[in-house]
T-cell receptor, first 111, second 114 residues
């Protein structure tokens, strides 16, 4: 089955700096890669996703890049704010299948 | 409100007992997924139902079972509970197999076994 690895497990940045979280996947059949943000005591929320026919996608301060050849994808958050502090999960999937999640990155933005 | 409703929000029970967690998917979503999240752990896939039928199983213990009813709500039954079953249990729903768009997660049920 699919195996998704996520790094780093914890990340601290100063407010205003950028944060990058990286994930790798093993199954070349995966073609959909969502990112989730989980705040304390809440369920994960989808923040951005990318499909395999696209190399990069942006949504305001958040961007995701995908390298299909290398089987890795990354989340980039620019101009970080304290409210970006949360646990972020990457995932990989293909049609009709469950999501395989990474182990999560705990991001702390220091004011 | 994500549109996925999970009840109860909190549950405290004793070892050896049985509990039922309930999930109502977002309107129009046919797939329901159950995940377990233990302290400092990631999201462990338990089981998926699609339109009433079991579609995939993950690392679900034999003491756990689930079903999806004709109205598409789902229940996760946990029996012979052990201390190690204490965790957050999330339900998520999607329109189809999951790759059309991301799952929508509920807010979870926090189970504490004492």
């Amino acid at each position: 089955g699919e195996n998704v690895e996520q790094h780093p497990s914890t990340l601290s940045v100063q407010e205003g700096d950028s944060a990058v979280i990286k994930c790798t996947y093993s199954d070349s059949a995966s073609n959909y890669f969502p990112w989730y943000k989980q705040e304390l005591g809440k369920g994960p929320q989808l923040i951005i996703d990318i499909r395999s026919n696209v190399g990069e996608k942006k949504d305001q301060r958040i961007a995701v890049t995908l390298n299909k050849t290398a089987k890795h994808f990354s989340l980039h958050i620019t101009e970080t704010q304290p409210e970006d502090s949360a646990v972020y999960f990457c995932a990989a999937s293909w049609p009709g299948n469950q999501f395989y999640f990474g182990t999560g990155t705990s991001l702390t933005v220091i004011p | 409100d994500s549109g996925v409703t999970q009840t109860p929000k909190h549950l405290i029970t004793a070892t050896g007992q049985r509990v039922t967690l309930r999930c109502s998917p977002r309107s129009g979503d046919l797939s329901v997924y159950w995940y377990q999240q233990s302290l400092d752990q990631g999201l462990q896939f338990l089981i998926q139902y699609y339109n009433g039928e079991e579609r995939a199983k993950g690392n679900i213990l034999e003491r756990f079972s689930a079903q999806q009813f004709p109205d598409l709500h789902s229940e996760l039954n946990l029996s012979s509970l052990e201390l190690g079953d204490s965790a957050l249990y999330f339900c998520a729903s999607s329109v189809e197999g999951g790759s059309a768009r991301g799952y929508t997660f509920g807010s979870g049920t926090r189970l504490t076994v004492v």
